[in-house]
């Protein structure tokens, strides 16, 4: 009991004292080795370690380096090559979750459209959480797109951190053992690297880095649905509608940009892959807390190595981003009152620093960038420049250099007491219906 309790002070004095242990947690090597004891008694000479003896931080190098060895090591990948879709003897073995919100429905057409085109099987070995959040009519509007792709889903009408992770976690515990597991959020689209069959037969993680894309004109502009196959050309993608490539997210929002784009059901020691957060793994039923928050790790997973894929195109900055972000600053907020807990607080920190950069204009009638966060982007060089002939195939940007307010919505007209109004049923617009591609 004493030697446990050892231990856990040894690793939280470790923990504590990273800056002073790093070089001794630099070497890859067992804390035993003969690099090891190099380093402590040339720390142990210097003026900042004269006052620990010499097995203090011996023993705080075998608990930095235990620390350091339940995260697997990483591979980048330089290869451009980016598979265009997977083989059937993989594919079979994929399987795909997402957690979505109802009033994001065109965009739930354009992301199932993408990844079944990527191979995977949405009907048989895919599943969807629905957020019922905008009411009736978004929600029908969903479920059409969910109906057409014959996916199975599931609605709720709560929405958190902690409700996505354990309806993820519930899936991937549900697939087999030689199963992988694609979880992007609605508005990320990943892409896999040609080398992803070999990373599968090696039973590696899969990772990459968001790369955020923006409208030509810097607005937050309303995502035009996807026509039916027969009319399809290149403006109707959405790459083609939000040109631009930024690192806003990992740039000027300093966040997390890692997200594991393919996982595996368990690690080589058999033991089963949960989820952390949307960032980060874990392996087994220890419960370990993360060092930093926006460090991306895998913890406790053995004979696994995770190798850094191509970017991911985060399509996150559309008309529906204000209200979406409005309802997450809201729902933080309560979390932030009643639990008081720091990283409830720092989510209401960071939806309202996203929220603060984009105002109204009310010339386009849309919320458009700041002109402190176009500057920024600008200057500090952001987001990647557009080849000239793209640039050519664009209007130019309108600004509005004295923005206001966002005008509130107007209130909803009483109905008659003399007679009472019977909506017209509202047929599905075209557009309204996914490809049947």
């Not at 009519?137 to 409700?163: C, F, G, M």
């Amino acid at each position: 009991m004493e030697d446990s309790l050892r231990k856990v002070r040894v690793a939280l004095l470790c923990r504590a004292h990273s800056v002073l242990l790093l070089p001794l947690c630099a070497s890859p090597s067992p804390p035993d080795s003969r690099t090891h004891r190099r380093a402590a008694s040339r720390a142990a000479q210097s003026s900042h370690a004269t006052r620990k003896p010499m097995k203090h931080c011996l023993l705080l190098a075998a608990a930095a380096h235990a620390y350091n060895a339940s995260t697997p090591p990483t591979k980048i990948i330089k290869s451009n090559c980016t598979l265009q879709r997977f083989p059937p003897i993989y594919a079979n073995r994929v399987h795909f979750f997402s957690f979505v919100a109802a009033d994001l429905y065109h965009l739930l057409g354009h992301a199932l459209r993408y990844y079944r085109h990527l191979g995977l099987d949405l009907k048989n070995q895919g599943q969807v959480w629905v957020h019922n959040a905008s009411g009736p009519v978004a929600l029908e509007k969903t479920l059409v797109y969910l109906r057409r792709y014959e996916i199975q889903y599931k609605v709720s009408n709560e929405w958190s951190s902690q409700t996505k992770r354990e309806a993820a976690n519930q899936f991937l515990l549900s697939l087999p053992n030689d199963a992988w597991l694609v979880y992007p959020d609605l508005d990320e689209f990943f892409a896999f690297p040609c080398e992803v069959l070999n990373i599968m037969d090696q039973g590696g993680l899969l990772s990459g880095q968001m790369v955020d894309r923006v409208a030509y004109d810097w607005h937050l502009n309303s995502l035009r649905p996807l026509p039916r196959a027969a009319k399809m050309n290149n403006r109707s993608s959405i790459d083609y509608q939000f040109p631009r490539s930024c690192r806003l997210t990992g740039g000027l929002l300093d966040t997390n940009v890692n997200k594991y784009t393919l996982v595996p059901a368990v690690d080589a020691a058999g033991k089963r892959l949960r989820y952390i957060n949307a960032h980060s793994v874990a392996c087994g039923t220890q419960r370990r807390s993360l060092r930093h928050v926006h460090a991306q790790r895998a913890n406790d997973c053995h004979g696994v190595t995770i190798f850094r894929g191509p970017a991911v195109a985060h399509y996150g900055f559309t008309k529906i981003t204000i209200p979406v972000l409005e309802r997450k600053l809201a729902t933080y907020k309560a979390l932030a009152r009643t639990s008081g807990e720091l990283r409830h607080r720092d989510a209401v920190e960071h939806y309202r620093k996203l929220r603060d950069s984009f105002e109204y204009c009310p010339l386009t009638k849309s919320f458009q960038f700041t002109r402190k966060a176009r500057r920024l982007l600008q200057r500090r060089r952001y987001c990647d420049p557009l080849p000239p002939d793209v640039e050519r195939d664009y209007a130019p940007s309108q600004f509005c250099f004295e923005p206001t307010k966002a005008p509130r919505p107007r209130p909803t007209p009483r109905p008659s007491l003399y007679r009472k109004a019977t909506p017209r049923p509202r047929a599905l617009v075209e557009d309204d219906d996914p490809p049947d591609d």
